[in-house]
């Protein structure tokens, strides 16, 4: 079974920084793509971060490119998002999902989701 684990998140200022962090259990962690999602109140979820199975590439959504930095460590089966200048607009649930996809920017693309952690950030 597999199982996502999502912690880091809590309530934040307007331009801090905060590190999620996703551990994977239940199936070989170095074979899937993983990514990061975001879902606000009355929104669809969207795409935040991706990073290749082996942590050679990552791929961002440009709303959060430059901003925030996906990584992983295969060692230890979790990945991480770290964000930074943080803004209220970004007030929401973050998810960590797994995928057999590249690249993939779409929820149908992942198979498996964490329970999400919630990150508010207030003016």
């Known amino acids: 079974q597999v199982q996502l684990v999502e912690t880091g998140g809590g309530s934040v200022q307007a331009g801090d920084s905060l590190r999620l962090s996703c551990v994977a259990s239940g199936r070989t962690f170095g074979l899937y793509h993983m990514g990061w999602f975001r879902q606000a109140p009355g929104k669809e979820r969207e795409f935040l971060a991706t990073i290749f199975r082996s942590g050679v590439s990552t791929y961002y959504a440009d709303s959060v490119k430059g901003l925030f930095t996906i990584s992983r460590d295969n060692a230890k089966n979790n990945v991480h998002l770290q964000m930074d200048s943080l803004n209220p607009g970004e007030t929401a649930v973050h998810y960590c999902?797994?995928?057999?996809?590249?690249?993939?920017?779409?929820?149908?693309?992942?198979?498996?989701w964490g329970q999400g952690t919630q990150v508010t950030v207030s003016s």
């Open positions: 999902a797994q995928s057999s996809s590249w690249r993939a920017t779409t929820a149908p693309k992942y198979d498996y």
